[in-house]
């Protein structure tokens, strides 16, 4: 991994224009993925400010990037804040180097360092296992 970087996700204007140029080329279907959804999930949820984390390689290139979103419902009879990973995307020359991995740790960590009791997410065939198995 030293060869990556961790970061926060950058919620200025250009890194929203970056993650959103990762998350095209990663999603190249997804057409609704514009600087202006993106700025949505970012600032727009009632519950909080969305965060999450970004990874670059030695270039300096965004090659993962994970959106978080305050979530809640209701747990054991009490509300309980939560978080949903959203459009975990990792650059296809990237892969298979163990930044899913990576980055859903820095997830992990950050959700209980800001108190957050649970994460709600849907994964794929290759995410599911993980995020079952050791989260």
Known sequence: MSDFDFRPIDLSPAGIAQACELLRLVFPTATHITPDYLARLYFGNPLGESFGNSCFDGEGRLVAHNILIPICARVHGRDEMGIWPFQLATHPQARMKGLFA???????VDCRERGYG??????NQNS????????
């Open 102 to 108: 990576a980055i859903m740790e820095k997830t992990h």
């Open 128 to 135: 599911t296992p993980i995020l079952v198995g050791k989260w």
């Open 118 to 123: 649970y994460l709600s997410g849907v994964g």
